[in-house]
């Protein structure tokens, strides 16, 4: 009778462990930003997405090595030869609230071909700038749009009413993405337009303020 109870209190105990593992794995599955999705593009091409990880630094020096002098101006609003380290890890070792980043792979051959990302802004918590960057041979497919939609929904949840960009006067696929998305350019200086994409309804960003 005393070994039956003690393996009944074995058993009991293995159960709680069970459960309370089980608990802690949907815990963490759900604070887990790395939630992956795949997306089919305009031609056809498949990608997977999914939230920038601090391990992913290779992918992202890999987006910047695929793009052309003229991206890399268009993205960075000057001439760009490379990423330091310092920049890799700024842009990999991110909170997934106030700084929120989402890579691209291509499905056919594993390659990065894009990055969408937003940083809120500590002036006001409401916005968060955004940034777009895809490699040549990859725009004109739709792919920045799918990035920014997709963040759009996690900059949402995080209480960001509307995404600020700055871009070269020039960058006409930045100025037709910002325009597919509702927004309108607020100022212009120095060859740069700056544009503000509205995120959420008017009177749920005036409710927030």
Same mark, same amino acid.
């Given at each position: 009778m005393f070994n039956h109870h003690v393996q009944a209190a074995l058993a009991a105990g293995? *159960?709680?462990?069970?459960?309370?593992?089980?608990?802690?794995? *949907?815990?963490?599955?759900?604070?887990?930003p790395r939630r992956r999705g795949r997306a089919v593009l305009r031609d056809g091409s498949r990608v997977l997405i999914a939230p920038v990880r601090a391990g992913d630094a290779p992918l992202v020096a890999e987006v910047f090595a695929r793009l052309s002098a003229r991206s890399r101006r268009m993205r960075y609003l000057r001439t760009k030869d490379e990423l330091t380290p310092a920049e890799l890890r700024y842009f990999t070792e991110i909170d997934h609230h106030d700084h929120e980043a989402l890579g691209a792979v291509a499905l056919a051959d594993g390659?990065?071909?894009g990055i969408a990302r937003y940083v809120r802004s500590a002036e006001d918590p409401r916005a968060a700038e955004v940034a777009v960057t895809v490699v040549d041979e990859w725009q004109g497919r739709g792919l920045g749009a799918e990035l920014v939609a997709r963040l759009s929904g996690r900059? *949402?949840?995080?209480?960001?009413? *509307?995404?600020?960009?700055?871009a070269a006067a020039d960058n006409v696929a930045v100025a037709g993405l910002a325009r597919s998305f509702g927004a309108h350019p607020v100022r212009g200086e120095f060859g740069t337009v700056a544009y503000e994409i509205p995120l959420s309804p008017a009177a749920a960003c005036g409710a927030a303020r």
């Open positions: 293995r *159960r709680r462990d069970l459960l309370a593992a089980a608990q802690a794995a *949907r815990l963490a599955r759900q604070a887990t390659r990065g071909v900059a *949402r949840a995080a209480g960001i009413c *509307r995404f600020t960009a700055l």
